[in-house]
């Protein structure tokens, strides 16, 4: 069954530098999505991506945060210098036409020290 | 406003016991689809469920059922006979649709964390 991967598991990082989280969404998806979870607390939306742009973007995507879609078939966030407080599960999901479910990634976990 | 809200925080129960999570939503929205994802300790998203608005009709899967009741913006989901396994949180989720559905981004509530005793 196709799956959404996402790469690494698990990053550690010193705050201030620049991070990029990387995903492959299942192929005949359209729609693509981060979401970030810090730890205890609930699922919250970042940013969603469609037709090489991006659709959506809550208040927590600020300029610290990029996303792009570089070669058709990754789909990636980057964080340029990072916080303590990106420490979290960031999870990606793409999305077919049609429906509104997502699927998600494993879930990237993000340590800044 | 679009919103999920999970009243119970924590629950507790001894294996074999039946428990039923809440989850009551907010939208404005005429279509929507509501889900339940269950997080265990490894941290993944387990889809279990999803819900269309237009069928309120309730939903068994072994140990697991759903029970979608429109007119309370609820859906709840009840464990039967629980077993250690099942210890994890559980999120209640709402698809929002902009016009354009274009976005269609899930708005979690903040979970249920059931532990289950042997």
């Known amino acids: 069954e196709p799956e959404v991967t996402q790469t690494p598991s698990h990053q550690v990082t010193q705050m201030g530098q620049e991070v990029i989280l990387r995903c492959v969404p299942i192929?005949?998806?359209?729609?693509f999505y981060w979401y970030r979870q810090i730890l205890g607390q609930k699922v919250e939306f970042l940013v969603s991506?469609?037709?090489?742009?991006?659709?959506?973007k809550s208040e927590i995507f600020d300029d610290q945060f990029s996303v792009e879609r570089p070669d058709g078939s990754n789909f990636t966030l980057k964080i340029r210098s990072t916080k303590l407080e990106d420490s979290a599960m960031y999870f990606c999901?793409?999305?077919?036409?049609?429906?509104?479910?997502?699927?998600f990634g494993e879930g990237s976990r993000l340590t800044v020290l | 406003a679009q919103k999920v809200t999970q009243a119970q925080t924590e629950i507790s129960v001894v294996e074999k016991e039946d428990v039923t999570l809440d989850c009551v939503y907010e939208?404005?929205?005429?279509?929507?689809?509501l889900f339940w994802y269950k997080q265990p300790p490894s941290g993944e998203l387990v889809f279990l469920i999803r819900?269309?608005?237009?069928?309120?009709q309730n939903e068994i899967s072994g140990r697991y059922s759903w029970n979608f009741q429109k007119s309370t913006s609820s859906f709840n989901f009840t464990i039967t006979a629980s077993q250690v396994v099942d210890s994890a949180v559980y999120f209640c989720?709402?698809?929002?649709?902009?016009?354009?559905?274009?976005?269609?981004?899930?708005?979690f509530g903040t979970g249920t964390l059931l532990a289950v005793q042997p």
């Open positions: 999901a793409s999305r077919p036409p049609g429906t509104g479910e997502l699927f």
């Open positions: 192929s005949n998806h359209l729609y």
């Open positions: 991506f469609y037709n090489n742009e991006i659709s959506e």
């Open positions: 939208t404005r929205d005429t279509t929507y689809y």
């Open positions: 819900r269309n608005s237009f069928d309120e």
């Open positions: 989720a709402l698809n929002h649709m902009n016009y354009g559905g274009a976005t269609n981004k899930l708005i």
